[in-house]
Every structure is written in C-alpha cells, then in structure tokens.
C-alpha cells in the first residue's frame, strides 16, 4: 500500500491510498462508509480476486488521515471525489473508461450523485446498502434536527450505530470499537444535506446509464432499503443487478459471509468492463421527454391543477406590488431583463410588502441558483482566459445569446483587452446592453443580432472567437436538433478553443415555473431538462471534450468547460 495526499477542488489536502498500481490496468476506487476511512478498506484491496486491478481510495473530510473538517455540504464530497479521479488521470495515466467504482453507505450516494450529477464515462459503479435514505429511528427526527440547525448551525449528532449493527463478525465488531480513527457523529446540515440528495437522487435515478450493481443487506437497521429498490427501478441502466444479501447488516464489506460479496463484485465488474459503452447521441433522454409531455397538456392531478392556477392568478393581480416579478410579467421571467435583474439581487417594491415579496421572490431556490451559475461562469472564463493568455494568444470571447451582456461586462471590467461579441436576438436587450457599453466606454465589445440555432450566421459574425459562451439558452430549448445547429456552428468558427455551456440536470420547481411563469415567447415557461448526460453528448458530437464541470449545492445548474477538438 502506498499513501499521499492530493488537493482537491478548493485547495484541502486528502489523504489517499493506492493499491497494486500498475500502467494501462483497469481502475478500481472504493469509497469507505460514513464513520470510517479508507485504512480499512485493506483487506479487500489485496484480495487475489481484485489482483488485476490498480486500486485507490481516500479519507473523505474529517476522516482518517485527512485533516480538512467536514463540510457542511455534501455536495463537496462529490466534488472531492471529481478531483481525485482528474487526479488518477493526470498523475496516473488512469482513463476515465477504465474506472469502476465500489461504494458503501454513504459512499454510495455521492457515487450516485458524482453520476447523475458529473456525468463521467466510467465503466459502472456497485452500490453496497447506499443510504438514500438513513433510519433515524425517532418520528419526526429530521424536521427536529433541521429546527435545532436554527438554533445551531453547527450542530454534531451523535451516532446511534454501535458496531453490532454494522456486522455479525466479532472480530470486526471490536476492531471498529477499538480503532481511534473511527468517528462517532455526523455533522447535522450534512445528515440533512445528505437526506436531501438521497430524495433527489432516488426520484431522478433515470438519469443514471451506466451498468450498476445495488447489493442490499436484508437485516439492516441504519438505512431505509425501500428507497435502495426505489433507486433501482428507476434506473435507465441496462446492465443493472440489485441482489439482496441475506442476513447481512450494513457494513456490508466487513461481515462475516464478506467472500460471497467479493465473487458477486468481480462477476459484475468484469461484465461492466466488457459493456460498450453508450455513444454520443442526439436522441432525448425519454425521461424528462415525458416530463415535459405532462407538463405540456397539464397531465397532473385537479386538485395540483387548481393550486398552480391559484398561484398564476395571485401573481397577475399581486406580482406588480414586487419589482421582479413585475419585470417577468412584462419581459417573461426567462428574458435577459428578468435574469439581470436576479443577478443584482436587490429586493425592490411597492410599500413594504412588495419588497418582502422581492426579497422572498429573489430568495427562490432557483433565482440563488441562477447567481451561482453566473459565478460559476465567471470562473470557467476566468480559467479559459489564463490558459490563452499563457500560450500569448489574444482572447477573443463569443456569447451566443448574451441577453443584456450582464457578466460579460464583469469580463470587460477584470479584462479590458479582451475582444467580446455578443450575439443577442431580442433588440430591447441589445439596446439595454449597448447603452451600457456607451456609459461605461468600453472598446471591443460589440453586439450581433443573429439567430443562434442557424449555424450558418456564425460566419456572418466575421469573428473568431476561442472563448465561446452558450449559458442559459439551451435550457429553454429542448429541441436537440436546434442545440446541435447551434454547436455546429461555434465549431466551424472557433480558433482552436474553448467552450463553455451550461446545463440543468435537475429542478425542484419545474412544475411552478411551467404553470405559473410565463416566458419571454409570451406563454407558459414548460421546460424539457437534459441530464448532464445528455448535454455532454451534443457537445461531444461536435468534437468538444469537456474538461471539468461546476455545479451549485443544489444540484440544478452546472457549467462545463470544454476544449474543442478539431
């Protein structure tokens, strides 16, 4: 076994293991439960079953050897496992295609989630007792830890699991009471932000291709297994097996019948590695074709019906007393007009409680998103810049539908040189944005006023861009025939690049946005969402390799930074 540590996305040293390395084999990573560290992941690493194979682990924060704290977001730890595997590839020569990834717990659900929510090319992934949903064991237990966060943001919940619950094998039963390295309490948002993906994840698990083994244990009392068959089904994998292990508990890895699991992990990572893997295409995910289908003829319960036209209506006759939603009601809530004024982000209305309804209006999850998304851009430009300004070639920025230009002249402001076009179709957003660069006096920036989706304007913009913008735009189109044009045409232009687009995967309120908000065609806001996915095959099609990707805590909008390949 050797160790060292490698920096993950924001900088934090974590402790990592690797077995049996050797050049040009298959990957195995395994991710330890919750409680543990990957010191313990010994036994099956050097397995004669697992010989072939290079295997790597890591200490998750708090954990083990690592000493970053816990964070308070679980989404960090997917990030974390993002970072390391971009590790393998950089400093191992690891293919992402040759990585297969074996998971307990609560390592399973940022496994799940790195998929649904990254996206990456792996071989498959096996889930053993995945905690989408954990026993709490008290009624009420959640909402009572979510109201003590009030009073507490940093609240620590104690661990009711004692090692008897975990495995049936005595030996292990006292090595983990005896190991000072096992940590006895969870952060309390992160059980909550756990809770939470768990939920997501489960309901949105047709998002996830790629072959997947689930293997649940029959007589576990830390999580709900109903929710591990739930998950199953609604896989869209189609080499997927969910075994259920009798008389196993938990700590699936260290009970006493462990060999059996060894045999049933080997059969179904060999077959993994022997699956094709799916080709880019521009077929639509069915999932969210039929999401839209519903939402598009309104096929939902009367009763649902009638509280989302309560709320149209209440926004027609109140929403003017709010500034924002004043500004959806005339531009369309999806206009550059209502997404400028989302990114300033301050709360304005009529008497006090039009702006308590602003303030509670720009507080939506999904507008705090939208914020994100523009920081998030903001960064995978910034990157794009440095690396075009190490190889000294001047930096030439395209927008394909930059509505008013809001971040772009954030771009202008850190980076006077830069050449920017916007290309916007709406005139009243060109107008808006042009008599912004006149106040500001900026210099090469200029507006273009084509439709994006005809690949064939892209060379009637005279420019040739290697930084290429595509955010927020193919979100309101879900024709991927359109998107695809659209890329087309980025490429044929592009002066060996970059590319950068956004996605979103996933949204808890699509529902409100479709039945309540209109958008700027002036009519209902319905929304077909593309997994990431999805969204990554149309840019692959085209010859874009994405190299890395930013997500907010939510899971709702990513921004991928992609190099085209010509």
């Known amino acids: 076994m050797n160790t060292g540590f490698f920096n993950s996305y924001e900088g934090a040293e974590i402790f990592f293991y690797e077995w049996n390395y050797k050049p040009g084999q298959k990957t195995l990573i395994v991710i330890h439960r919750g409680h543990e560290y990957g010191e313990r992941l010994q036994e099956f690493a050097t397995h004669p079953l697992f010989a072939s194979y290079n295997i790597f682990a890591f200490d998750m924060r708090g954990h083990g050897h690592t000493k970053a704290s816990v964070s308070p977001a679980f989404m960090d730890s997917v990030r974390d496992l993002d970072t390391f595997t971009k590790f393998l590839q950089r400093e191992y020569a690891v293919r992402e295609e040759d990585i297969f990834v074996v998971a307990n717990s609560i390592g399973g659900v940022i496994v799940s989630a790195w998929v ?24 009420l237990a959640k909402q009572a830890i979510e109201l003590a966060l009030k009073v507490n943001p940093k609240l620590i919940v104690k661990s009711y699991v004692k090692s008897k619950m ?72 189609e080499v997927k097996e969910f075994i259920t292990l009798k008389g196993f508990h938990h700590g699936i890895l260290f009970e006493k019948d462990r060999e059996e699991v060894y045999k049933i992990l080997q ?44 709320q149209k209506w209440a926004l027609g006759k109140l929403g003017h007393l709010s500034s924002g939603m004043e500004v959806g009601l005339e531009y369309g809530f999806d206009s550059g007009v209502s997404m400028d004024y989302v990114y300033k982000n301050i709360p304005q209305g009529k008497w006090g409680i039009g702006k308590w309804m602003d303030k509670n209006y720009l507080n939506a999850v999904g507008w705090r998103g939208v914020r994100i998304r523009k920081t998030h851009l903001l960064q995978q430009v910034e990157k794009a810049i440095q690396v075009l300004q190490v190889q000294g070639r001047k930096v030439k920025i395209l927008d394909i539908a930059g509505g008013v230009g809001n971040y772009l002249f954030d771009v202008k402001e850190r980076h006077p040189e830069v050449e920017i076009v916007i290309n916007e179709f709406l005139p009243s957003n060109i107008e808006k944005g042009e008599k912004i660069i006149r106040e500001k006096g900026y210099t090469n920036i200029r507006f273009t006023n084509y439709n994006c989706f005809n690949k064939d304007n892209y060379r009637r913009m005279e420019f040739s861009p290697n930084i290429t913008i595509i955010s927020g735009i193919f979100e309101l189109f879900g024709n991927n025939t359109l998107a695809n044009e659209a890329v087309k045409g980025v490429v044929s232009i592009s002066d060996n690049g970059f590319l950068i687009y956004t996605g979103q995967p996933w949204h808890p309120q699509l529902k409100t946005i479709a039945f309540v908000l209109k958008s700027h065609q002036d009519k209902d806001w319905v929304m077909r969402r593309r997994s990431q996915r999805e969204l990554d095959s149309i840019f692959a099609l085209n010859g874009v390799q994405k190299e890395s990707m930013l997500i907010d805590d939510f899971g709702i909008f990513t921004v991928s930074l992609g190099k085209i390949i010509k």
Do not use: C
């Open 116 to 139: 649904h929510d990254f996206a990456p090319h792996i071989a498959g992934m096996a889930l053993l007792a995945p905690a989408f949903e954990i026993n709490l064991l008290v009624p």
């Open 166 to 237: 975990l495995t049936h094998d005595p030996k292990q039963q006292q090595a983990y009471d005896t190991d000072r390295f096992i940590t006895r309490s969870i952060n309390g948002k992160l059980l909550i932000d756990l809770a939470n993906a768990g939920k997501r994840l489960v309901e949105d698990a047709a998002a996830i291709t790629i072959p997947t083994l689930l293997l649940s244990a029959e007589e576990d009392f830390v999580v709900i297994n109903k929710e591990q068959k739930q998950f199953y089904v609604n896989l869209s994998s």
């Open 267 to 310: 059969q179904f990572i060999t077959k993994a590695f022997e699956t094709p893997a799916l080709p880019p295409s521009l077929t639509p995910d069915k999932f969210t074709q039929k999401e839209f289908e519903t939402m598009q003829y309104e096929l939902i319960p009367r009763g649902e019906k009638w509280y989302y036209h309560f």
